[in-house]
């Protein structure tokens, strides 16, 4: 491999001649060879956002030159679109401010709009961090970075793959509201249902999610950047961060705000917490959809076997026949990473120390996982189960018709202690629950088959 000579405060140190790294990354790169964790791609897209803004408002504010402002956003457009891929090699496990990161990408685009700049008549150089990283400091570009991927992320995939999977299960729900079914609390039989509006339940869960995911967004649209290094704000000019924030606005589509208060935007991660503890209660809420899918389809003939999922694998090497549920336990297995993931940045949010928080790369990592994990899980659950759920309705009609709980029909006309003396009777001499009410007398045959219609049971009164 041939190698360059690169120069920063420390001394020489030898870089790669095929990467445009500078010496700072390279030095990074060598010192923190931690894990196979990278800086996810998403952040990189992100940083090359930020720095485009940068550099179109420093030339409107008169702190960067126009050629350099051309050459840095003409290398910022490369990056965006993945021509630059293959030069940010740094690990998760860095600085905690993620400032090697900062100067990973301060130190690609200046090398590269040097390049750019070279072709011209009049070269000049590029510098990582009086032009690229102009007005800004790596402690408020990465947390303005955290808060512009992780809404844009949300918005684009998280969002979307929630309300597909919501959809595909309001159709189930409306489709199948007429098939009346056994309910079960405490994992034991109870009162009856339609299995429309069981999955109703997992509908609304979902509707809610998504209500509480749309308004804790807001909260991570207000951006650090003209902060810089603690939150003051020096060596930015006037009016830096209501301009970044305008600019990255209208580069992403998205609406973000400068931060009110700089000093709480560098040091505090609650915005962060906040909007992942919402994907936890999402995590929660897919818990209880996929492991109640693995129940009701459990079987095919020694369990409950309610319903039936697509058949997607075989699912044993040993046992011929064997089909699991395994669109259920690989969402269940990202909730449990979900789970996890909160733990870490629940703990790396609490540690700001004074002017700074130095757990945020730890921090972007988790949170963009949780989001990539939760929105493919969601998609590959939609497309791989939830579409092909469908009724066993012989099942179905046996488990309705077997249950004792059905005699809570008759509460209302004899009382409570009356009908549990009738289902204990039907229990002990194996008649059915007809029969034994019947053999009371408390019961006319045409009161006993209008208080027990299974169709009367599943609404109110």
Same mark, same amino acid.
């Given at each position: 491999?041939?190698? !360059? ?6 001394? =020489? ?25 990278? &800086?996810?791609? =998403?952040?990189?897209?992100? $940083? ?10 420093? *030339? ?25 891929? #293959? ?16 100067? +990973?990408?301060? =130190? ?92 109703? #339940?997992?509908?609304? /869960? ?12 807001? $909260? /991570? ?31 992403? #589509? ?34 209880? &959809?996929?492991?109640?899918? !693995? ?16 058949? +997607? ?9 064997? %089909? ?22 629940? $703990?790396?949010?609490?540690?700001? +120390? ?7 790369? %730890?921090?972007? *990592? ?5 989001? !990539? ?10 497309? +791989?189960?939830? /579409? ?5 309705? @012989? ?15 008759? %509460? ?16 002990? @001499? ?12 408390? %019961?006319? =045959?045409?009161?006993?088959? !209008? ?11």
């Amino acid at each position: 491999m041939e190698y !360059r000579i690169e120069k920063d405060s420390i001394g =020489e140190i030898k870089v790669p001649a095929d990467k445009l790294w500078g010496a700072q990354t390279q030095r990074s790169y060598e010192n923190f060879r931690i894990g196979v964790e990278k &800086i996810p791609y =998403e952040l990189v897209k992100v $940083f090359g956002v930020i720095k485009k803004a940068a550099a179109l408002v420093n *030339y409107r504010l008169g702190v960067l030159d126009q050629r350099r402002s051309d050459a840095i956003v003409e290398t910022c457009d490369e990056l965006l679109a993945g021509k630059l891929d #293959g030069n940010f090699p740094l690990a998760v496990w860095q600085t905690g401010s993620g400032t090697q990161f900062n100067m +990973n990408i301060n =130190e690609v685009i200046a090398r590269r709009a040097t390049q750019i700049i070279a072709k011209t008549p009049e070269p000049i150089l590029v510098h990582p961090n009086d032009h690229v990283n102009c007005s800004q400091s790596s402690n408020d570009i990465f947390p303005t970075a955290i808060h512009v991927a992780g809404v844009m992320m949300a918005t684009e995939k998280l969002l979307p793959a929630l309300i597909s999977l919501k959809e595909t299960l309001h159709h189930k729900a409306e489709e199948y509201s007429q098939i009346i079914k056994i309910g079960r609390t405490h994992l034991m039989d109870a009162t009856p249902l339609t299995l429309g509006q069981e999955i109703s #339940g997992w509908v609304r /869960m979902l509707e809610r999610n998504e209500e509480m995911l749309s308004i804790g967004l807001n $909260f /991570m649209r207000d951006l650090a950047m003209g902060g810089t290094a603690v939150g003051t704000g020096i060596n930015s000019p006037q009016h830096f961060g209501e301009l970044m924030a305008e600019e990255i606005s209208r580069l992403t #589509g998205e609406a973000f705000r400068t931060a009110p208060n700089k000093f709480h935007a560098l040091t505090s991660k609650d915005e962060v917490v906040v909007v992942h503890g919402m994907m936890k209660a999402l995590a929660a809420d897919l818990m209880k &959809i996929a492991n109640d899918v !693995r129940w009701l389809a459990s079987g095919p003939r020694c369990g409950i076997g309610e319903i039936k999922i697509p058949e +997607n694998e075989p699912g044993s090497s040993i046992m011929p026949s064997k %089909v699991n549920p395994t669109q259920s336990e690989a969402l269940t297995m990202i909730v449990a990473q979900v789970f996890g993931n909160d733990t870490t940045i629940s $703990f790396a949010a609490s540690q700001g +120390n004074f002017q700074l928080n130095v757990f945020m790369p %730890v921090t972007v *990592y988790n949170l963009l996982q949780s989001i !990539r994990l939760l929105s493919d899980g969601m998609n590959s659950f939609s497309q +791989n189960c939830a /579409m092909g759920i469908e009724p066993n309705r @012989e099942v179905i009609d046996f488990y309705l018709h077997q249950s004792l709980i059905l005699i809570t029909g008759l %509460v209302p006309l004899i009382g409570y202690d009356k009908a549990a003396e009738i289902a204990k009777k039907a229990v002990k @001499e194996r008649l059915t629950l007809k029969e034994s009410a019947m053999s009371t007398g408390w %019961v006319s =045959e045409s009161d006993y088959d !209008r208080y027990m219609n299974p169709e009367k049971l599943v609404k109110p009164r």
